[in-house]
Each structure stands twice: as C-alpha cells, then as structure tokens.
C-alpha cells in the first residue's frame, strides 16, 4: 500500500522551506498544541512601506501534512501583500501540495489560521485594524480560544479554565482556575497575553491565578 500523501507533500516534509523564527517579528502567532497532535508558529516581517511581507518563517510539531502546508503557506506568502496574503485559503495551499487526504485537511487549516493570525497580530501591532471592534469580555473569551490547555490539548475557555473576565478602561482582568506554582500556569499567562495585549484599545493585561 503506497503513502496516503502526494510527491510534493512528501518533497516539502523532507526537505521544508522557511523552518525557523524570526528575531524580532513584526507579527507572530501560534495556532494548536502539541498535546492535540499539532501545532504551528508563525512569524512574519512586513515592509511598513509597501506592507509586503519579506519574511515568513514557521515552526512545526505534527504530521508530513503539517510540515508541508507550514512551508507552502510561507512560499505562498512571501513577497506578497498584506492584503493578498490574507487571501490565502487552505483550499490554495492543498492544490498546491496537489491534494491532501481528508483526515489531514485540518493541517491546511491550521497552518492558514497561523499566518492570518500572524497578520492580525501585525496589524494589532501596528495600528492598522480598519474595522475597530471595542474589546469586551465576550470578544476577550473569544479571542481565548486559541489558548490551549497544555492538560487536554483543548482550548481553555471548552476546558473551563476560565473563570472571570472583565475589561474596564484598557485593562483586562483575567482569573485561571489553577495555582500560580502549576507547572503550566507561566505558559497560559504568557499565551494569555500573547494574543489580548495587542488588541488596539487594551492597555495592560492582568492575569490572576486562584489561591
């Protein structure tokens, strides 16, 4: 029974592109978790002028399908604009590795969601949302969603980590339902931060732990 992946998949698992970070990135995301099966780094620099990307590099844990949608996205976002990069689907990147088996269509998915969030971040950065939603407790749980419980490999808002939010004037008070010396409480916080401090109207971000 020969492999499930196309050569081209196979070519970009054995021999991937833009493997590695960006020091200092204009933009960066993490989507996944090694404790699910797979997770994917992504890291961009933005030329402020043209807002053309002229770096892209991405760090992966998962499959030959992870690895190899993490490099196609990044050849396909390299030397294209912000505004075009976010166009990229995980339909594109699949064609382009010349199809992907069905239980493997969430790796495409992933490593999509990872670059767009890389420019989202960017963007945040930088003060160019165009579309300015007021952050509230409700778009705060949303946007932790993509904070994994490193304990389930789920999210952890599904994983009841969470247990109060409140944003008054910029700050953002967050509470975690673990202790402060948890093994992991250092790696939510951060991850915690990572993806709500830049949000263009939040100006500080608290995180308490129970007790």
């Known amino acids: 029974m020969g492999l499930p992946y196309s050569e081209k998949v196979i070519e970009y698992f054995k021999n991937p592109k833009n493997v ?9 995301a993490q989507e996944g978790s090694p404790a ?3 997770m994917v780094k992504v890291y ?7 807002q053309t990307i002229t770096d892209v590099k991405f760090e992966s844990y998962g499959c030959a399908s992870n690895i190899a949608t993490g490099s196609i996205i990044t050849e396909m976002a390299k030397g294209k ?38 420019i989202r971040d960017y963007e945040e950065r930088h003060g160019l949302v165009k579309e300015k939603e007021p952050t509230t407790p409700e778009v705060v749980e949303k946007r932790l969603k993509r904070v994994m419980n490193p304990m389930t490999g789920l999210d952890v808002i599904r994983t009841d980590l969470i247990h109060d939010i409140s944003v ?3 700050v953002v008070d967050i509470h975690v339902d673990l202790t402060e010396d948890h093994q992991f409480a250092n790696a939510i916080k ?22």
């Open 36 to 38: 699910c099966g797979d």
């Open 81 to 118: 604009t912000v505004e075009e990069a976010k166009k990229i689907t995980w339909e594109d990147a699949a064609d382009e590795l010349g199809g992907l088996p069905p239980i493997k269509a969430h790796c495409s998915v992933l490593a999509i969601d990872g670059l767009r969030s890389a």
């Open 44 to 50: 961009i620099k933005v030329d402020q002028e043209t």
């Open 20 to 28: 590695g970070k960006i020091d200092d990135p204009d933009g960066k």
């Open 190 to 211: 951060e991850d915690i931060k990572e993806k709500i401090e830049p949000m263009w109207d939040v100006e500080k971000v608290v995180v308490h732990f129970v007790e």
């Open 168 to 170: 008054e004037e910029g």
